[in-house]
């Protein structure tokens, strides 16, 4: 069949005149994509304002609206926009008529205009070419810890290149990883699945916070891409995040709990490590990499200089050696510690594994569940022994001090423990607020007494 020109315009939404182009054969190799015309000799001209017309073609199953076009660099490019409308009132979803077919022509050549038209750059690389990049600048440039690469690349292998992968950067476009985002989760629903009906056991569902994490990772890799590849735009900025509850609570252990959780310890040592979490407030991987050196007995303190996870040595989450008080009990507890047979040198680590080497980090988990459970205790996590320390410090101490021993690089994370800080006088506040004068008292809803 052959198609017929309805309506041509340029960049600016205007029609073009006097240069009508020749009719176009529709039913040639036409798709969603286009085909582009190349220009003879492989030479493309000066950059010129991109134009394009809309026409309507037959089909078998009524007709249809596409698109011709030129890009600044010259190519030419026909698609398909969609089935066309001709009768009365509104069309439905997915149908054009004239008005709405030139409208989507005239925005796409506006795109064209700015270059943020996907596909109008041809960068060269595929989405896994971009993902490698972006793991190379995270460690080589930016020097992240490994903990964070190891997070990047289960989100990249697990998440991103099952529905990625293959693809030219300049091809995939907002509105495909908008619907890729409404159906995070389903891949890992089928996989778990798959892993149950083998007896496996799965894992609970991406929570919304994990979505955001995958979410942030697939926009980092496109930003780096627009800087290496030249993409002209990153098709994620424009992806809302999943909704987040952060109602500021938090479960702490009270003083008796973390005596009972040491007791229930599997052994010495980790009755010692979770006393020293709960009474200093250090995160798990500051407390691997504790040398006995940075237990000051004379001075009452712990510097904290590093932190070990995923097999690394690296420095303290805030990037910052802190000194945190030692409280009576646990100096008590690491001088017993210290009495044992073996690695007790100043280069020594303090809780030390078999071989006198970092412990393993899953172990100590599992221990750790096991006392709670010994002890008929609440299932909190590891973590919550720190939260337990900043909860019990705010009440005695001034928000910088605790911000400072807890190693916070902003304050508003340590306020988080403010609602815990006993404030005695406020009640009284509220009281004189609302006295009354003269007034008698009374039965909350009964008479007032005689």
Not at 40 to 50: H, T, V
Not at 228 to 238: C, D, E, K, T, W
Not at 334 to 348: I, M, T
């Amino acid at each position: 069949m052959v198609g017929v020109m309805d309506g041509s315009l340029n960049a600016g939404g205007a029609r073009s005149v006097g240069s009508e182009p020749a009719q176009t054969d529709a039913g040639a190799a036409v798709g969603a994509e286009g085909t582009r015309t190349p220009r003879p000799g492989g030479r493309r001209p000066p950059a010129q304002p991109p134009s394009g017309h809309v026409f309507k073609a037959k089909r078998t199953r009524g007709d249809v609206w596409y698109a011709k076009y030129r890009l600044p660099d010259g190519r030419q490019v026909q698609r398909k926009i969609g089935p066309a409308w001709s009768e009365r009132g509104r069309p439905p979803a997915g149908y054009f008529t004239k008005r709405l077919a030139e409208e989507w022509l005239r925005d796409l050549l506006d795109q064209a205009r700015r270059g943020t038209l996907p596909g109008m750059v041809l960068t060269g690389a595929r989405f896994e070419d971009a993902a490698a990049e972006y793991m190379r600048y995270a460690e080589r440039d930016k020097q992240l810890k490994p903990s964070t690469l190891k997070g990047y690349r289960y989100i990249i292998d697990s998440h991103l290149l099952p529905a990625f992968r293959g693809r030219r950067l300049e091809d995939i476009t907002t509105a495909e990883i908008e619907r890729w985002r409404q159906g995070l989760g389903n891949v890992r629903a089928k996989r778990e699945a798959a892993r149950k009906g083998r007896g496996g056991t799965p894992a609970p569902p991406l929570s919304n916070a994990s979505k955001n994490r995958i979410i942030v990772t697939l926009h980092g890799i496109f930003r780096r891409a627009c800087k290496v590849y030249g993409l002209p735009v990153n098709p994620a900025s424009g992806i809302e995040r999943h909704p987040q509850r952060n109602d500021g609570d938090i479960e702490v252990f009270s003083p008796e709990e973390v005596w009972a959780l040491v007791e229930a310890a599997a052994s010495k040592q980790d009755g010692a490590l979770f006393l020293t979490a709960a009474f200093t407030g250090l995160r798990r991987g500051e407390l691997l990499a504790l040398r006995w050196r940075d237990v000051d007995f004379a001075a009452a303190l712990i510097r904290v200089r590093a932190s070990w996870a995923v097999g690394s040595l690296t420095a303290p989450k805030s990037g910052k050696v802190r000194s945190v008080p030692l409280a009576p009990d646990v100096a008590d507890a690491l001088k017993q510690l210290r009495k044992r047979e073996h690695f007790k040198g100043e280069d020594d680590l303090v809780f030390a594994g078999p071989a006198g080497s970092h412990l393993d980090g899953a172990e100590l988990r599992r221990r750790y569940k096991a006392a709670l459970e010994d002890a008929g205790l609440r299932s909190l996590r590891f973590h919550d022994l720190r939260h337990t320390f900043g909860t019990r410090m705010i009440a005695k101490a001034d928000i910088r001090r605790v911000q400072e021993w807890m190693g916070h690089a902003d304050v508003q994370t340590t306020m988080r423990y403010l609602h815990y800080a006993p404030r005695e006088e406020d009640a009284r506040l509220v009281a004189e607020a609302f006295a009354v004068t003269g007034r008698t008292k009374a039965t909350v809803g009964g008479r007032r007494a005689a």
